[in-house]
């Protein structure tokens, strides 16, 4: 008996969460079934939700949470929608995986504004008492609120169905998502029906951030701690399917509990684990996409690629002279006593520029957008640093020993992965990504929620050139030439590949993966292998950055690192190889500049990287392209784009 009591509890908790995941990942799914966009702030609509239910509740005396709960949904609603309008509206017409890049943006703007409005510390919404205490049946007894959550996820979850089931609005709304042009034609602002979706979807995510957060505290990452779930829960049921959402939400929710009470080991690794194979057995998911249609005009990346004023020749000297530069650098820093900012700035730089450069032989050349390319980065740091503790101190074998098996594992996920496409490879890759964090968490070997620090970032090298008895480069500023040459050398060796049959082949397949197959080429064995070669440099870039902080630890496999990176190459500018790069020292230094003004510079950061993808979705390398098109009139000649976006060449 006292068994099946404890089941039942953990059942009802779970459904409770499962509750909260309905609501959050309903929303999620109704915005990407209607218009495409693949929310990633939609975590952060649930903490704002939470948060204005707790401003509100405090200031509006004993009636606050019922208050809050009416209140504060609404608006966030109207945020939505201003979000809608003003960033997400200009991107129509391109490949939904811009809507990743720039709600990534907005995650970044929006955590900063809770941070400053609020700060960081925990806050408490109070319970009304008519929802205190337990509940007593048949001898079982449970919380009234965790009954009041299911019942809410319920009657909203019933009214979402017979609104898009049996309204004129829902009538449209389910016209547009499979024929928008259609839906003109008949004289209907569809755009205004996408504000409405999208301001609904994130009231949907507000009310379940504010139930939730009268069962716990409300605190600045509980937006994170669920968006991952809610991809998990709409990927599982199907992308746009309401119906899934449901299901999905309610059996993630349950697992998720019982795994924790009963399988701790699996906690964690199970949802993972079923995602990817659902996404491997039936790619679109339990129930497919059943409510919505098809859009069928996802667009195309834009690449940088032959954007820009400069010739090839001016471009390659403009590289010799910043590769000059880095190494001068350090010797300048060391003479005005800065040397500080060689091991903690100039090698991050380098590292992450690495680490953008291996997204973008995937992304930017053979159209693959991995949001799950930190499972490469952890791999080589954690594979590095192991080693270097278990095995020999040379920092060289560290290194390959990361990449040989970054190499395997990167040939097996893309084994797996690539057998889906677009924003389904997208989502499986930051399943296997996600797998792996939550695996590290569980062996001894891998120090668990510690790490593994304690090692040398001059093992294995010899010491610098001295002059009498004076050392003119010390370890530090040693392993940072070290990184130089890997780097430098990364990037030539992925040019000349670019410059290859094969680099032609995988650009052939981002421009027509169908033409490239009927011409006789092996898409998939060419992706495979380019992924192989991505991740073999994003390992290395991981074992560098593990070696140069000392160790690693958990937060090396953190999803938003993934973000980071795609950030910087899209920054950048993606199918250049050098643009990404660019774009990791641009992110540094900017960063490094607005941390002596503001803590919320990832706000700032946030701000200037949706304008980028709004106005110059190729990057900071075409920038002087788009200028001179933009005020030097319609310019023709080599690697100039006129203003019609046709990119014109000798």
């Not at 009416?70 to 809507?99: K, Q």
């Not at 003119?472 to 392993?479: M, R």
């Not at 310019?635 to 019609?644: E, K, L, N, W």
Request: hydrophobic fraction near 55%; charge should be neutral; charged fraction near 10%.
């Amino acid at each position: 008996m006292a068994v099946g009591t404890a089941l039942l509890e953990q059942v009802l908790n779970g459904l409770t969460i499962g509750m909260v995941y309905v609501l959050l990942a309903a929303g999620l799914s109704i915005i990407f079934g209607v218009m495409d966009v693949i929310n990633f702030a939609h975590g952060e609509f649930f903490a704002l939700g939470a948060y204005f239910a707790f401003a509100l509740a405090v200031g509006a005396g004993p009636g606050g949470f019922w208050i809050a709960l009416l209140v504060a949904p609404l608006l966030i609603a109207v945020l939505g929608a201003g979000v809608e309008r003003f960033t997400i509206r200009p991107l129509y017409g391109r490949n939904p995986l811009y809507h990743i890049l720039l709600t990534f943006g907005l995650v970044l703007i929006f955590k900063d504004l809770i941070d400053l409005i609020w700060g960081t510390q925990p806050r408490q919404i109070a319970r009304p008492d008519v929802l205190s205490g337990t509940v007593e049946l048949f001898g079982f007894g449970y919380a009234v609120y965790s009954y009041f959550v299911i019942a809410v996820g319920a009657v909203i979850a019933l009214g979402t169905w017979l609104a898009l089931t049996k309204t004129r609005y829902g009538l449209v709304i389910r016209a547009g998502s499979m024929d928008r042009d259609m839906v003109r034609y008949l004289g209907i602002d569809i755009d205004r029906y996408y504000t409405v979706v999208f301001a609904f979807g994130a009231a949907l995510a507000a009310v379940g951030g504010i139930v939730l957060a009268g069962r716990q505290s409300v605190s600045p990452g509980m937006g994170d701690l669920v968006i991952i779930p809610a991809f998990i829960i709409v990927v599982l049921g199907g992308l746009g399917s309401f119906r899934g959402a449901v299901v999905g939400g309610l059996a993630v929710g349950v697992i998720q509990t019982l795994m924790r009470s009963f399988v701790p080991a699996l906690e964690g690794l199970a949802v993972f684990l079923l995602m990817i194979l659902v996404l491997l057995v039936r790619p679109q998911g339990l129930f497919g996409n059943p409510e919505w249609g098809s859009h069928g005009d996802e667009g195309k990346l834009l690449t940088a690629g032959g954007h820009g004023v400069l010739t090839p020749e001016l471009r390659r000297w403009l590289g010799i002279g910043v590769v000059a530069a880095l190494a001068v650098l350090p010797l300048a820093l060391g003479l005005v006593g800065q040397s500080y900012y060689v091991n903690t700035l100039l090698v991050n730089i380098l590292v992450w520029a690495l680490f953008a450069l291996s997204l973008d032989f995937v992304m930017g050349y053979a159209g693959l957008v991995s949001l799950g390319h930190v499972l490469f980065y952890g791999v080589g740091a954690y594979a590095s640093v192991l080693v270097l503790i278990h095995l020999v101190p040379s920092l060289f074998l560290a290194l390959a020993v990361g990449i040989c098996l970054s190499v395997v594992v990167a040939w097996v996920v893309g084994h797996l992965s690539i057998r889906v496409a677009g924003v389904y490879f997208a989502m499986i890759t930051l399943g296997f990504a996600e797998l792996f964090h939550s695996a590290v968490f569980k062996f001894e070997f891998t120090g668990g929620d510690n790490g593994l620090f304690g090692i040398d970032p001059v093992y294995g090298l010899a010491s610098g050139p001295e002059v009498g008895s004076v050392e003119i480069i010390g370890g530090v500023e040693l392993y940072y030439y070290v990184v130089l040459v890997l780097v430098v050398g990364s990037y030539l060796l992925a040019r000349q590949l670019m410059r290859a049959p094969f680099g032609s082949v995988l650009q052939s397949i981002r421009e027509s993966e169908q033409r490239t197959e009927f011409i006789g080429y092996d898409v998939t064995a060419y992706k495979r292998r380019a992924f192989v070669v991505s991740g073999g440099l994003a390992s290395l870039a991981g074992g560098l950055a593990a070696v140069s902080t000392g160790g690693v630890a958990p937060s090396f496999l953190a999803w938003i690192k993934s973000g980071e990176v795609i950030v910087m190459t899209i920054l950048g500018g993606m199918g250049t190889l050098y643009g990404p790069m660019l774009g990791a020292g641009v992110f540094f230094v900017a960063k490094e500049a607005l941390l002596g003004f503001t803590e919320q510079w990832q706000g700032v950061l946030g701000v200037l990287f949706v304008l980028f993808v709004i106005f110059v979705p190729r990057g900071l390398v075409s920038l002087p392209g788009v200028l001179a098109a933009r005020f030097g009139g319609r310019t023709r000649g080599p690697d100039v784009v006129a203003d019609d976006d046709v990119e014109v060449t000798d």
